[in-house]
């Protein structure tokens, strides 16, 4: 755990390093994230990866940029949105990941009319009518279907116990999981929120086995993720876990040992490190060579959002109007999958599975689902 905060610690110091000078006379693309608090793994690399596509802009395509720690609260998030849109050249904004922040900095975006390119997974962020969310990680409607169909499917569970974080993220996970394992014949015996504080998970696992659970599926931020499983793993329970997103980024990894990892699988929109495609290696090869670091899924999916926002500036966009106009209507390759709107502010409708053989840290892809959502122009 001290090795992972040093390194997060490391981060969080030296993003500066990577700003652009503010130019008025460049478009601008603030970076809002949260780098503390119970979100900082995640935000971190939803930051690096919105870094990595600012930094190298195709030629003539030059864009402004500066990063602000949107911690875990509403409040800050919401006056760091309003302190970077005073800025008349501001055209789209890298938005935090955290439901919350996104629920409360919608109202301001709308007011304003500047487009929030997100990877948050919470539901809710698309299903308010906002026309200026975009979402390049795909929604709990996609990836829970996917976590359920394979929880079903492919690992047989008939009995799952489904864990969730209290926030609003897991609450949203939960509330798909449980209908879609229910629609697949396979109702939770157990479910359990826990607030992200909780830090002894054997009171809610001597439940699962009191439960008769022959599957534990997991919808937690990463710190938890991790302790569930080392303390399954501790106290012997002897059951499979298919997590959630958080699971298969290498900083969650990291905080395990591959004994640990042996047999957990796990959701995703993409696995970087799992490779798959030219791109995609090239995607992290670039990313090694910026933050000394593996990347994720979340810092693949906010790459591909500002890619695409660059790609609306090489189109001729230079308002918030027009290149929140470009991303509703066209569809861009990026180095995770073909991403186009369903019409709300979904990007995304792919899914992976990956599980991790306790050789190494290194998950492996057994399953891909492709657009879950039906999109047309997709297939």
């Known amino acids: 755990m001290s090795r992972a905060a040093g390194i997060l610690a490391l981060f969080v ?50 864009v402004a940029f500066e990063v602000s720690d949107t911690a875990t609260s509403p409040e800050i998030a919401v006056n760091a ?41 919470t539901a809710k962020v698309t299903e308010l009518g906002s026309p200026n969310v975009f979402r390049f990680f795909p929604g709990d409607s996609v990836v829970k279907t996917a976590q359920a169909r394979y929880a079903v499917q492919e690992m047989g569970a008939k009995r799952p116990a489904l864990i969730y974080q209290t926030t609003a993220y897991g609450q949203s996970g939960r509330r798909h999981l449980a209908a879609n394992l229910t629609r697949l014949g396979a109702p939770p015996v157990l479910e359990e929120g826990l607030p992200v504080t909780v830090k002894d998970m054997l009171p809610v696992l001597a439940k699962v086995r009191a439960a008769g659970a022959d599957l534990i599926v997991l919808h937690l931020h990463a710190p938890s993720t991790a302790l569930i499983v080392r303390q399954a793993v501790a106290m012997g329970l002897g059951l499979p876990i298919l997590a959630g997103s958080a699971m298969h980024q290498p900083a969650t990894a990291a905080l395990l040992t591959p004994a640990e990892l042996k047999g957990v699988c796990a959701e995703s929109g993409s696995s970087p490190v799992s490779g798959g495609s030219p791109a995609m290696d090239r995607f992290v090869a670039d990313y ?21 926002v660059v790609a609306a500036l090489a189109a001729g966009a230079r308002t918030a109007a027009e290149v929140r106009a470009f991303l509703a209507a ?50």
């Open 330 to 379: 066209n569809t861009h390759d990026g180095v995770a999958m073909r991403y186009r709107s369903d019409g709300t502010g979904n990007m995304a409708h792919d899914a992976v599975i990956i599980c991790y053989d306790g050789r190494d840290r290194t998950p492996r892809l057994v399953k891909r689902y492709r657009n879950l959502s039906g999109v047309a122009g997709l297939d």
């Open 13 to 62: 110091a030296s993003w500066t390093a990577f700003a652009a000078p503010v130019r008025a006379d460049l478009p601008a693309v603030p970076v809002l994230v949260p780098l503390t608090g119970f979100l900082a793994l995640e935000g971190t690399s939803q930051r690096n990866g919105a870094l990595l596509a600012l930094r190298n802009p195709p030629a003539g395509n030059a």
């Open 81 to 121: 949105l309003r302190k970077a849109l005073r800025a008349d050249n501001v055209v789209a904004v890298a938005a935090s990941m955290l439901g919350t922040h996104m629920l409360a900095m919608l109202p301001v975006a709308d007011e304003l009319g500047v487009p929030l390119v997100t990877v948050s997974g």
């Open 288 to 308: 090694r060579a910026a933050f000394d670091a593996e990347p994720d899924a979340f810092a693949a999916g906010q790459y591909d959002g500002i890619r695409m």
